[in-house]
């Protein structure tokens, strides 16, 4: 069996990831394209292709005649055409639940920095500028405590839960709200525009959907406490980037902790940089911890695995 992975420079750095469970189920061959390259170019007789996010839409799903499994090796899955896939008779299976640790622990990492400042305090210590402070300490940046905060999580799958245990150790109270039954958590669902309006912190873990495109907007904004601050490591796309931007300069909202935008990567600049100092944006990486990028490789190839003795499992 062909297997082709079109994106693995995406998910090893410096070779530090072993990619053995992979070639145990056939013949795999790394790729390293771009979503300028036609990925049915490199693709045209494997039965089995892997994606973390190339694009693999309508036109390259109906090219493919020899294909029969796109693994999504990631758990959002809006880069496969899965309609186009469904008319064609291939199969999508992606990988749910994996990233847990990382997100939650990335998650927190944007947290406290805003509410600490530590990595601009950082930056004016590399700066020069404690050196030149008239007394023992610096007193730059505003700053609060999490404890007894209320933290607002949105999407309450593993990875809402897991933010939801760390935040149970800071001594926050949490809102949890999800589209599903959430019964057996422990936790109540609560109404999203309660969860809005009550919340001092709001972290997103929903999926990218038509539903969840522009979820946060000017009206979600105007809600907010403008001592709030929202965190993204879900998708690009659910926040409404323009409408952040305004709420950022008009003070609705107090900060931002953004790990993924709505074009990947950037063209230029991020515009959100420019209209808040308390903002920070880093490079859709929440998820790339080792432990967290093997597991998505061991994952992988036991949903190949399960398709290939006939009882494929993880299927969207």
């Not at 515009?271 to 911890?289: G, K, Q, Y």
């Amino acid at each position: 069996m062909d297997i082709i992975f079109l994106d693995s420079d995406t998910i090893s750095l410096n070779q530090d990831i072993d990619f053995k469970p992979l070639r145990e189920q056939g013949n795999l061959k790394l790729f390293s394209i771009s979503n300028q390259d036609n990925p049915a170019d490199y693709v045209r007789d494997a039965e089995v292709i892997i994606t973390n996010k190339i694009v693999i839409n309508a036109d390259t799903i109906r090219r493919l005649e020899a294909l029969k499994l796109i693994c999504v090796i990631a758990t959002g899955y809006n880069n496969v055409d899965t309609s186009a896939a469904k008319k064609y008779n291939k199969l999508v299976a992606n990988v749910p639940g994996y990233a847990q640790h990382s997100v939650s622990q990335h998650t927190f990492a944007l947290i406290l920095n805003l509410a600490t400042s530590c990595c601009r305090y950082a930056g004016d210590v590399n700066g020069g500028l404690w050196q030149k402070s008239r007394t023992f300490n610096m007193l730059s940046y505003p700053g609060f405590e999490l404890y007894g905060k209320t933290i607002g999580i949105i999407g309450f799958g593993t990875i809402g839960r897991a933010v939801a245990g760390i935040a149970e150790g800071f001594g926050m109270k949490v809102l949890a709200h999800d589209v599903g039954d959430i019964s057996d958590t422990g936790y109540s669902n609560t109404e999203f525009e309660q969860l809005i309006k009550e919340s001092d912190i709001i972290s997103l873990h929903c999926p990218l959907t038509d539903k969840t495109r522009d979820l946060i907007s000017a009206r979600e904004f105007g809600m907010m406490k403008n001592t709030a601050i929202i965190i993204n490591t879900a998708r690009g796309g659910i926040i409404n980037e323009q409408d952040l931007a305004s709420a950022l300069k008009q003070g609705q909202i107090s900060g931002a902790g953004i790990d993924v935008l709505g074009q990947e990567p950037p063209k230029d600049r991020i515009s959100l940089l420019r209209e808040s100092s308390n903002i920070m944006v880093t490079p859709h990486c929440a998820w790339s911890a080792r432990e967290t990028r093997q597991r998505l490789v061991d994952i992988t190839s036991k949903n190949i695995q399960a398709f290939r003795q006939g009882h494929p499992v993880n299927l969207v």
